[in-house]
């Protein structure tokens, strides 16, 4: 369960989030759309608690939180097995060097072994393909038990076959387990199969509910302050956005992008 | 080899290499191989000083130390931390020229501050070298963890409500304290090659954090105590004998990680 309550943010000369309300129940898969700069790292981070707002208040029920940060470049060499990734999704916050426990690698292995990738779980870290990193930090997210998972552009760079991966994961982690997952993406496309919360941000204001209450014409030119049209193409959903006599074109998966004028 | 003069020598050597050695570990996983460089070139002026005034050489080289990581510490919240580091190291060698300018016997001095000692150790420098690196060590074994955890990545240890840069400061300042006493064994010139030749060569030896940090140690105490007794039969430098011994580990290392990653071409 996740609330959030008339959120502002803020920076010195920059209002990154204005307003923002939403609210999802246990077992929400809700992608997070917007476009680079729109405010979706921003909001995540204070859920998280590492922003303060300027004002508003968020909720996130018990449980705890897990988090997967943006894309990790890691070094190929660094001497860490996925495992060990995992692991320190534990305890990696403790004092001292980790002690041989039972328990602590039977929950290390359980996790793999819930995100399939027990097969790469003693490879280093930094030889695993771009899809197979994201699953081990989605299991270094959720090996604690948290009942709400934050995501921030885990899709970003990945290969086609690795997005429908990760998503068929994050799926089966909401069914299964009732956990509520946020999930920022500049492409809401890959996620439409699944997602049935959407919150769209767009500069610093939010609407959110239903993908077809949300992705709609209206709704969307009114959050932009300019007429927006939503189009469907072979199951695909674009925005054209039109300023004046300049069209700008964004299919979510890329920032507005001037293509050509249309009278 | 054994002599009362030379236990001195192995006794602190082997102490230095043992820290410099968990220090390394962490250096190289963490990209800090600029800073480990800078902060030992960074003592110097301090040793130069302590000369020139009179006091004990370690108290002078941990005062510099300190000032570096001051340094990089502040100056990275400004700008890019490789040019904080690279204005610190310049700011640190320009004091430190000051220093030895006013300092008599000159060349010796400079000699035994830029390229060590190690057979020059006295007793009573023994006991505040063997103080500093318990501590250096200790400290970082206790942040083993979080210094892991951040060298993934420093937004999983915000998450967990830990301050990257509060961490950032406790690495430097033990990197600090290794390197201060580290100093008169290999040099100021090569304490950098003791900390990152045996690192670079265990991390592509095993996967296994741990075990990489304690193939360091003893990559690093044999990097030592080899270096030890060459310099003694040939009476060449120890700083030249650990700055090869670190290049070699390094290939043998590169070496390794490139065997064990080779696949036979499908292709005959």
Sequence with gaps: MLTVDSLSVGFPGNQVLQDVNFHLPQGSFCGLIGTNGSGKTTLLRTILGLVTPDKGKIETGVGGIGYVPQKIQLDPFMPLRARDVVALGIDGHHLGVPLPSPSRRRAVDSMLAEVGATEFANRRVGDLSGGQQQRIMIAHALVRGPRLLLLDEPLANLDIRSVAEVIALLHKLVVEQKITVLLSAHDMNPLLPVMNQIVYLAHGRSVSGAVEEVVRSSVLSSLYGYHIDVIQVHGRVLVVAAVGAEARTTEMAHEPVHVTSIP | MLSNFMIN????????????????????????????????????????????????????????????????????????????????????????????????????????????????????????????????????????????????????????????????????????????????????????????????????????????????????????????????????????????????????????????????????
């Design chain 2, 9 to 268: 020598t192995w006794t602190v050597a082997s102490l230095v290499a043992i820290t410099a050695g968990l220090v390394g570990f962490f250096t190289v996983i963490r990209g800090a191989s600029f800073a480990a460089h800078t902060i030992p070139l960074s003592t110097f002026p301090g040793a130069a000083a302590a000369v020139l005034l009179g006091v004990n050489q370690v108290l002078g080289l941990i005062v510099a130390a300190s000032l570096s990581v001051i340094g990089i510490n502040a100056l990275s919240r400004r700008g890019q931390p490789d040019v904080a580091t690279a204005m610190t190291l310049v700011m640190m060698l320009g004091l430190g020229t000051l220093c030895l300018s006013q300092i008599s016997q000159y060349s010796q001095q400079v000699y035994a501050l830029l390229f060590g000692q190690v057979f020059g150790i006295s007793q009573a420098s023994i006991t505040p070298i063997a103080v500093i690196d318990i501590f250096a060590a200790g400290a970082l074994l206790m942040l083993f963890r979080p210094l892991l955890l951040s060298s993934l990545s420093t937004d999983l240890l915000q998450a967990r409500y830990l301050t990257a840069t509060r961490l950032n400061l406790a690495f430097l300042i033990i990197l600090a304290l290794a390197s201060a006493v580290a100093l008169p064994v290999v040099g100021a010139l090569l304490v950098f090659s003791l900390m990152v030749g045996p690192a670079s060569a265990a991390r592509n030896i095993t996967s296994r954090p741990v075990l990489a940090m304690g193939l360091t140690v003893l990559i690093s105490l044999f990097t030592v105590w080899t270096a030890i007794v060459l310099s003694y039969v040939t009476n060449w430098p120890v700083g030249f004998f650990v700055g090869g011994f670190g290049a070699i580990a390094y290939s043998a290392g590169r070496g390794a990680l490139r065997i064990r990653r080779w696949k036979p071409s499908p292709i005959s």
